[in-house]
């Protein structure tokens, strides 16, 4: 008997999120597309001007991941410490390393997620790039001299 395969993704309850917060006066999501089969959420930022959120539905799980800062020209240890000791304090985000070695914040939730926990995870997000965005930026290019 041949293997069944999972059901086709819901990207219902996520497209109803994305709309619920872009029609939200109070929520810092301000744009959001469709690109290549993902969505892009950018939401305003106290520490920089706004971060895009990419949103992936998989067969399980609708992964979510943010750019941060790219990859240090020589390894420092003090960003990589900051990121890591901001991992232990959340839940659905982790500071993570992309392909390249730049900063990114990465979460997931179940696809069958409610609103509240895409919310969740998205305020986490929120949170990490708040907190860490400038200290990672004095950790790694702190030491640089400034040009006249």
Known sequence: MPASLPPAPDRSVLEAAITRWLDDPESDVVYAEKVEG????????????ATTV??????????AEAYVLPAP???????YRL?????????RARFALDGEGAFVVRGRVDVSASFEEFDSLL???YLLVETT???LV????GK????P
Not at 39 to 49: C, G, H, L
Request: net charge neutral.
């Open 54 to 63: 990419w949103w992936e539905v998989g067969d399980y799980t609708i992964t």
């Open 133 to 135: 965005f400038r200290p």
């Open 123 to 125: 305020g986490e997000i």
């Open 73 to 79: 020209e020589n390894p420092v240890a003090e960003a």
């Open 38 to 49: 993902r969505w892009a959420v950018r939401m305003r930022q106290t520490v920089r001007d």
């Open 144 to 147: 640089r001299e400034k040009t």
């Open 138 to 141: 004095a950790a790694v290019f």
């Open 83 to 91: 990121a890591l000791s901001r991992n232990f304090d959340t839940y």
